[in-house]
């Protein structure tokens, strides 16, 4: 994501977007291997580290730092501290923790999800989960369009759109979670609201990167980028946990309904990007 934005000024937010649209189709990949029939578990891992290693060929051949890259500095624990008294970089880091609440909750169990509701065939169910993840490419690319269509205004204006764009899409990402539970026992109605949350779901998390990087002092983006994606993904370690741990005591319909906690805090705190001066 640093790397990205040192290439953009304009149009960082699409840039950024299909990025992690890339991200998503490789999250939905596995699936769709499955969703073939008859590769075993084992075979799906090993050819994800195939791919990753080839990743990491095209990253040391091809990739590097755009012409707006700030030098890169030593470590300094005070980053941390100046990132933390940033005002608007502690709302777009509640709002991104907010989201990927939900988001890996909602990649790591709708497979289970769709089977346990259907009671179809596994390729069938698996084909559903692909698609309900892969479609997500199409929410990226739109937040990012959308995101960047003030790009020109001042800094104020262009992050209270971005901050419009996270909005937008977790209020439809909170009301598909309890959409889904309503409509849990009927499996098509079920599919059908997981295309759209597929695609809500992931289409704001490229603008909380965006924001970081245009919210945080040059000095420390990269500490800051980076802080926001391991505060993320540590937090998507409880929560997968946590849904499972709901399903399995009050059930399916519940563990969907609790996953909307999420996006209504990230709705609380992006709101707060809206206006020039925000709350604390």
């Excluded at 790591?108 to 509701?117: D, E, H, P, R």
Aim: hydrophobic letters at 55%; glycine letters at 10%; a positive charge.
């Amino acid at each position: 994501m640093k790397i990205i934005a040192g290439w953009f000024q304009k149009g960082r937010g699409l840039a950024l977007g299909i990025m992690i649209g890339a991200l998503t189709l490789g999250s939905a990949l596995p699936h769709g291997v499955n969703s073939i029939g008859g590769i075993p578990w084992k075979s799906v891992v090993l050819a994800g580290s195939v791919f990753a290693l080839l990743a990491a060929v095209i990253v040391a051949l091809a990739v590097r730092e755009g012409p707006y890259a700030m030098p890169q500095s030593r470590f300094d624990l005070s980053q941390v501290w100046e990132i933390a008294r940033n005002k608007r970089l502690r709302l777009a880091n509640l709002g991104y923790l907010g989201h990927m609440w939900e988001l890996y909750a909602m990649w790591g169990w709708i497979a289970v999800i769709l089977g346990a509701s259907s009671g179809w065939p596994l390729l069938k169910y698996e084909a559903w989960t692909a698609a309900a993840i892969g479609i997500g490419l199409i929410g990226c690319v739109w937040a990012g369009a959308a995101s960047d269509r003030l790009q020109h205004s001042a800094d104020s204006v262009r992050i209270a759109q971005r901050a419009r764009v996270t909005i937008v899409a977790m209020m439809v990402s909170a009301t598909c979670c309890v959409a889904a539970a309503l409509v849990f026992h009927r499996p098509v109605l079920l599919v059908t609201v997981a295309m759209v949350w597929g695609i809500a779901v992931i289409a704001d998390s490229a603008q909380f990167s965006a924001i970081i990087s245009e919210v945080a002092e040059k000095s420390y983006i990269g500490t800051a980028l980076t802080l926001q994606t391991a505060l993320g993904f540590l937090l998507t370690a409880g929560a997968i946990r946590y849904i499972a741990a709901i399903a399995t005591r009050f059930g399916w319909q519940w563990a969907l309904a609790s996953m909307a906690v999420g996006p209504l805090l990230g709705v609380w705190a992006m709101s707060g990007l809206l206006s020039k001066n925000p709350r604390v």
